[in-house]
């Protein structure tokens, strides 16, 4: 069964870094692109970045030039770096393989990034 496992996640103070991991299980992820998520309380779930298969990677323009997605397909994990971090990127971050067959069923407990002084 396909299973994503965040963790990483913490407190940072404003202007900050974090590396949150995500290991997966189930599938191999050099066949499938696989995105970071994340959710803030009463707001609807955001896509952050996704690298694809093919090496392309995608950010959204929230995050853009600050975080960094990677992946390492001997490991199976992927990894976002996140940099010069703001109060409004607080939020549980998940991953998934958006292109897997009823991805919204498979969503992990994800890990809680907290951002304030």
């Known amino acids: 069964q396909v299973q994503f496992v965040e963790s990483g996640g913490g407190l940072v103070q404003p202007g900050g870094s974090l590396r949150v991991s995500c290991a997966v299980s189930?599938?191999?992820?050099?066949?499938?692109?696989i995105a970071w998520y994340r959710q803030a309380p009463g707001k609807q779930r955001e896509l952050v970045a996704t690298?694809?298969?093919?090496?392309?990677?995608d950010y959204a323009d929230s995050v853009k030039g600050r975080f960094t997605i990677s992946r390492d397909n001997a490991k199976n994990t992927v990894y976002l770096q996140m940099n010069s971090l703001k109060p409004e990127d607080t939020a549980i971050y998940y991953c998934?393989?958006?292109?897997?067959?009823?991805?919204?069923?498979?969503w992990g407990q994800g890990t809680q990034v907290t951002v304030s002084s």
């Open positions: 189930g599938i191999m992820i050099k066949e499938y692109a």
């Open positions: 998934n393989a958006p292109y897997y067959y009823n991805y919204k069923d498979y």
């Open positions: 690298t694809f298969i093919t090496e392309l990677i």
